[in-house]
C-alpha cells in the first residue's frame, strides 16, 4: 500500500468509529424510570415536549411506572428500577426523589418537586446542583398567598391553614417541608400583622371538619398551601371552602375553578419543555450536576368572583386589574 493509501484507509477508519458509534446510540431504546407516590401521573405533556426534541416513546424511549400507594413503598421501588439499569429516573416529589437518591449515585436523577430541592438536602444549590441530581423545582409560594389575601381583604386578622398531622411529619424531608413552610408564613404574618394558625387534618375526609375547625378557631381567613397529597384532592378542597363561607386562597387554579375564592401559583405547563430540556442533554451526555435546577417564570392569579358574592364581599379593583382569569 502506498501512503497516500494508507492515510486514506487509517482516516476512514477514524471517522467510521464515531459514525458507528453514533448509528449504535440513534438505534438505543433508552428507558427511563418514572417514580412518584400517588396516582400514577399525566406524562403527556412531558413527551409531548420530548417529541419535539426527536424523543418518542415506544421508539428510541420507554417509560418504567412505579407509582406506590404508599411514601414507604419508594424505597424498594427505586432500587427496583435501579436493578433494571434504567438509562434515567425522573421522580415526582420530595419523598420518591430522596428514595432515588439514596438507591443510586450513578444514574441520573431528574426531579419536578414543590420543596426548596436545597433545604431538603436534595441538591448543593440550584446553579450547580452536584451529584446525580438535577430537575424543577416549583417552589413555595406562601407568603404571597398570604399577601394577596390581606389586600383582598385588609381587615383578615386570622389565617388557618391545613396541616398534616404530626404523625405524618416524621420523615426527615417532611419535617424540613413542614417546617419551612411555618417558616415562611409566620415570618409573612408578622409583616402583614395577621395571625396565622395550622389546624390538623389527616386526610381528604377531614376538610370539611377542617373548615369547621378553623370558624370554631376565630379564624376569618383560610389559606391551602401546596402540600404534596392536597393535589390529588384539591378540587374537593375547594368545594369545602365554597360551602365553608370562609375566604379562602389556594396555590392552584384548580382551587378557585371548584369554587375557592382565590387562587395563586406558577402557570400549568411550563415545566415539561425545560424538564425534556434537561433529559435529552443528559441522555446525549451532559452531567446533571452541571445542570442549573429550573423554576418558574410565570405565575397567574384566578378569582372566583361567583364565590365573592355567595360570600358577600367586594374584591378590591386594583386586584381584579391583576389577575389573570375572573370566574363570573
Known sequence: MDRRGFIVAVTGGLLAAPLAAEAEQAG???RIGSLRWGADPNLGPLADAMRELGWVEGQNFKIE???????????????DLVGLKVDLIFTGGTAATQAAKEATKTIPIVFIVGDDPVVSGLVASFARPGGNLTGFAV???DEKLLEILKEAFPL?????FPAPPAADREPQVTRLSFASLVGRLSTAARMLGVEIRGVEVWGPQDFDSFFAAAKRQGANAVL???????RPHLAGIGVAAAKSQLPAIGYDRQFSESGGLLAYGPAPLQNAPRLAAQIDKI???AKPADLPIEQPTKFELVINLR???????????SLLGRADQVIE
Open 28 to 30: 438505543k431504546v433508552y
Open 65 to 79: 411506572r412505579r407509582n406506590p400507594d404508599r411514601q414507604d413503598q419508594l424505597p424498594a421501588l427505586a432500587a
Open 139 to 141: 417552589g413555595h409560594y
Open 156 to 160: 383578615t386578622s386570622r389565617v388557618a
Open 224 to 230: 391551602v398551601p401546596n402540600i404534596v397529597w392536597f
Open 283 to 285: 441522555l446525549k451526555g
Open 307 to 317: 364565590t365573592a358574592k355567595t360570600l358577600g364581599l367586594t374584591i378590591p379593583q
